[in-house]
């Protein structure tokens, strides 16, 4: 007899979803910037943003319909945000559209993505609020 696996993945969801409604809720509430939230270890080290620099002032922003800030905090998130919506409903029932499940999980795509990430990290470095700097500048500007 196989073991049902199937509460297993209800309660993992339930589980998920209720971190994800209470992360929701303290970001809603909470300013990323005045509070206790962890700083990113990247940007504390070398003075260059991560590509998740900006991730948590973002969600904070969204959560208040400042969308023109958020974009400002982390674009990259913004334009992911439908991205990963529809990565997850494709994980979720992968049987209904298997063609969208299997593209968004095929090698191409975690290259894609991969490859884009690389790029915007390299992007935002070297043109900071619309100006071209060098991120070597703000390791001997210390």
Request: aromatic share 12%; with cysteine; hydrophobic share 45%.
């Amino acid at each position: 007899m196989r073991p049902n696996y199937g509460h297993r993945r209800v309660w993992l969801w339930v589980v998920g979803a209720v971190l994800l409604c209470g992360l929701a809720v303290l970001y809603s509430f909470v300013d990323p910037e005045q509070a206790m939230f962890p700083r990113c270890p990247v940007k504390t080290l070398t003075g260059w943003d991560c590509p998740g620099c900006g991730s948590q002032r973002a969600v904070h922003d969204l959560f208040h319909g400042n969308i023109s800030q958020a974009w400002s905090h982390n674009a990259m998130l913004i334009i992911s945000i439908p991205v990963l919506i529809l990565l997850f409903i494709s994980n979720l029932w992968p049987t209904k559209w298997p063609q969208i499940h299997a593209t968004l999980n095929s090698r191409t795509a975690t290259w894609t993505t991969l490859t884009i990430i690389i790029l915007w990290t390299i992007a935002r470095n070297l043109f900071n609020n619309g100006h071209f700097t060098l991120a070597i500048n703000t390791l001997t500007s210390r």
